[in-house]
């Protein structure tokens, strides 16, 4: 499958624009002491930001092995391996970090894709274990939302937003139960780009077919959230916040909220604001927030950039490669239903030994 650069650049053009301009008027009516801001990082404890780290690493670790557990059950063998999988879904962290969009989720495809050769419809079917697996951040999500209602100080303009959250979460989760249990059938050739991207997503969600393994890939999901929950709170410290577990629960939803649609590298800006303006009902003065949430982001980069650079070299990518990721409407669709055995003799057969 080739790659190319998108064609209509313009409707990003369009987001993004305003976006920055809200960005902007917000930082210039909220504008913080940036003397003050520089200031608060003279004072940072490096214990806590190796914690923070190394609590970011193993979450890294939980949810790619929640990822590779929706892969097992989505594919037939042979599968790839861990390492690879590992990798993969590195260099997805890494494009999400310095790229708009989501562009992450088609490169961890792509390098999983490259390993596969011969093998169709698997473009389509990692297409649709991407989807699953950010399906399954909606368990742990609405577990943190939960928790923050009934314990933290919550800003009345957040409120509005975690409504909807947990709506649009609630909504995409029944939804995926839907297309999963949906009985599988043949493949239409003719297909729509949105049945196509059902179809995808339907082959993906095997893992909910068996529920011993869609169990495994959300609890592996869960002890990541919990992992990254700690690593902002042992942030906190690093920066002298001595908030109680609530405003760090508090923290991590509105962070996650304000990087859902990524119309820049890292929403920078619109990020720190959404960190540092709930930390004011804390005690938290505004430009220590905003220090707090610019090396929170930092922290939070280090494991995706450093793994992402060192996973892309590893694969004999560059970050080029990484803006021109095909169209996930261009991929190549699985087999009927009745073929995946026969594709799974055919794979086997081609393995040496």
Same mark, same amino acid.
């Given at each position: 499958?080739?790659?190319?650069?998108?064609?209509?650049?313009?409707?990003?053009?369009?987001?993004?624009?305003?976006?920055?301009?809200?960005?902007?008027?917000?930082?210039?009516?909220?504008?913080?002491?940036?003397?003050?801001?520089?200031?608060?990082?003279?004072?940072?404890?490096?214990?806590?930001?190796?914690?923070?780290?190394?609590?970011?690493?193993?979450?890294?670790?939980?949810?790619?092995?929640? +990822?590779?557990?929706?892969?097992?059950?989505?594919?037939?063998?042979?599968?790839?391996?861990?390492?690879?999988?590992?990798?993969?879904?590195?260099?997805?962290?890494?494009?999400?970090?310095?790229?708009?969009?989501?562009?992450?989720?088609?490169?961890?495809?792509?390098?999983?894709?490259?390993?596969?050769?011969?093998?169709?419809?698997?473009?389509?079917?990692?297409?649709?274990?991407?989807?699953?697996?950010?399906?399954?951040?909606?368990?742990?999500?609405?577990?943190?939302?939960?928790?923050?209602?009934?314990?933290?100080?919550?800003?009345? +303009?957040?409120?509005?937003?975690?409504?909807?959250?947990?709506?649009?979460?609630?909504?995409?989760?029944?939804?995926?139960?839907?297309?999963?249990?949906?009985?599988?059938?043949?493949?239409?050739?003719?297909?729509?780009?949105?049945?196509?991207?059902?179809?995808?997503?339907?082959?993906?969600?095997?893992?909910?077919?068996?529920?011993?393994?869609?169990?495994?890939?959300?609890?592996?999901?869960?002890?990541? +959230?919990?992992?990254?929950?700690?690593?902002?709170?042992?942030?906190?410290?690093?920066?002298?916040?001595?908030?109680?577990?609530?405003?760090?629960?508090?923290?991590?939803?509105?962070?996650?909220?304000?990087?859902?649609?990524?119309?820049?590298?890292?929403?920078?800006?619109?990020?720190?604001?959404?960190?540092?303006?709930?930390?004011?009902?804390?005690?938290?003065?505004?430009?220590?927030?905003?220090?707090?949430?610019?090396?929170?982001?930092?922290?939070?980069?280090?494991?995706?950039?450093?793994?992402?650079?060192?996973?892309?070299?590893?694969?004999?990518?560059?970050?080029?490669?990484?803006?021109?990721?095909?169209?996930?409407?261009?991929?190549?669709?699985?087999?009927?239903?009745?073929?995946?055995?026969?594709?799974?003799?055919?794979?086997?057969?081609?393995?040496?030994?």
């Amino acid at each position: 499958m080739k790659l190319r650069a998108p064609r209509a650049p313009w409707w990003r053009i369009l987001l993004v624009v305003p976006g920055a301009a809200a960005v902007i008027a917000l930082l210039w009516w909220r504008g913080p002491n940036w003397s003050a801001v520089g200031d608060a990082f003279t004072i940072v404890r490096w214990q806590w930001v190796l914690a923070a780290i190394g609590f970011n690493f193993v979450s890294v670790f939980a949810r790619a092995l929640a +990822w590779r557990t929706v892969i097992r059950q989505a594919m037939p063998p042979p599968r790839p391996s861990f390492l690879l999988d590992f990798s993969a879904f590195s260099v997805g962290l890494f494009a999400n970090a310095v790229l708009p969009g989501r562009i992450g989720e088609l490169a961890r495809v792509a390098v999983l894709n490259r390993k596969l050769p011969g093998r169709r419809g698997a473009w389509a079917t990692l297409i649709g274990t991407v989807f699953a697996h950010r399906i399954f951040d909606i368990v742990p999500v609405v577990l943190l939302i939960v928790y923050v209602v009934l314990t933290a100080k919550i800003p009345d +303009w957040a409120i509005s937003s975690l409504i909807v959250f947990v709506c649009v979460g609630a909504v995409l989760f029944a939804l995926a139960f839907a297309v999963a249990r949906r009985p599988q059938g043949g493949v239409p050739v003719n297909l729509g780009s949105v049945r196509r991207l059902l179809t995808m997503a339907r082959h993906g969600l095997g893992v909910m077919h068996a529920p011993l393994a869609a169990v495994g890939a959300i609890a592996f999901q869960c002890f990541g +959230w919990l992992c990254q929950f700690f690593a902002v709170y042992t942030a906190m410290r690093a920066f002298h916040i001595h908030a109680p577990l609530p405003a760090a629960g508090l923290v991590l939803v509105l962070m996650n909220v304000a990087t859902i649609f990524p119309l820049w590298p890292g929403n920078v800006g619109l990020l720190q604001a959404a960190i540092a303006l709930p930390l004011i009902h804390y005690g938290v003065f505004y430009a220590r927030g905003i220090a707090y949430g610019i090396g929170l982001q930092a922290i939070e980069a280090s494991v995706g950039v450093g793994f992402g650079l060192l996973f892309l070299a590893r694969e004999g990518l560059s970050y080029t490669m990484l803006k021109v990721m095909p169209d996930a409407t261009q991929a190549e669709m699985p087999e009927p239903a009745g073929s995946v055995e026969r594709e799974a003799d055919g794979a086997r057969a081609r393995v040496p030994g």
